[in-house]
């Protein structure tokens, strides 16, 4: 059964830093290029990141480029989003969502079930 | 960046209705377009993709059309699980882009 399961939200002051962790299971997770998505409350879906299988090709949103940093360890199975700088405007789930294959042009067919970032003095 | 129009921004529908969610890209996505369904507290699931393939588990009520800038999902008969909320995605460009989405509610 695939799995995704995000750690290491929590309150942070603005200008503040934090690092989220995605742990994968029930797949080859090398094999899987990966996402970040975040919802604010209320809100609804949006796209911040890809990075893919082998750490090559990364993308990011316009409003995290430069403040947030995208990196997977293939060897334990986890991705991570280092977030620095952060805004009131960045409160929100995060969640990790696995691209549909390796490359090309896919959906995010598995996510997991968030983890909340609250950025507030 | 590609914009997503989801229309309406809420359905009202009784049980075993059908419903019609649609969707507009700003510009052509070809069939790179995926439906998503997320209720209160859960992540979104993935309903469908390529315009038009149900996702594996997916139920047969639900279905996809559309290429290019204009795509609809129907749910030909709405059971009490489907109430929820609908985002449309485009995954033809960077940076992918989600509607705002449609909220189908009980009627």
Redesign the interface.
């Known amino acids: 059964e695939v799995q995704l399961v995000e750690s290491g939200g929590g309150l942070v002051q603005p200008g503040g830093s934090l690092r989220l962790s995605c742990a994968a299971s029930g797949f080859t997770f090398s094999s899987y290029s990966m ?1 970040w998505v975040r919802q604010a409350p209320g809100k ?4 911040l990141s ?1 990075l893919g299988t082998g750490s090559q090709t990364i ?1 990011y ?2 409003s995290v480029r430069g403040r947030f940093t995208v990196s997977r360890d293939n060897a334990e199975n986890s991705l991570y989003l280092q977030m620095n700088g952060l805004r009131d405007e960045d409160t929100a789930i995060y ?1 990790c969502a696995r691209y ?1 294959d390796a490359f090309g ?10 983890v909340l970032v609250t950025v507030s003095s | 960046d590609i914009v997503m129009t989801q229309s309406p921004a809420t359905l009202s529908v009784s049980p075993g209705e059908r419903a019609t969610l649609s969707c507009r890209a700003s510009r052509s996505v070809t069939s ?1 377009l ?1 439906w ?1 369904q ?1 209720k209160p507290g ?5 309903l469908i ?1 390529g315009a038009s393939t149900r ?1 594996t588990g997916i139920p047969d009520r639900f279905s996809g059309s559309g290429s290019g800038t204009e795509f609809t999902l129907t749910i030909s008969s709405l059971q009490s699980e489907d109430f929820a909320v609908y ?1 449309c ?1 485009q ?2 460009n ?8 449609t909220k189908v509610e009980i009627k």
């Open positions: 996402n609804g879906l949006e796209w890809y993308y949103a316009d969640y549909m042009y896919y959906p995010f067919d598995y996510w997991g079930q968030g | 790179h995926a998503y997320q859960q992540a979104p699931r993935l993709h996702a985002y995605q995954y033809n960077w940076p992918r882009t989600f509607g705002q989405g």
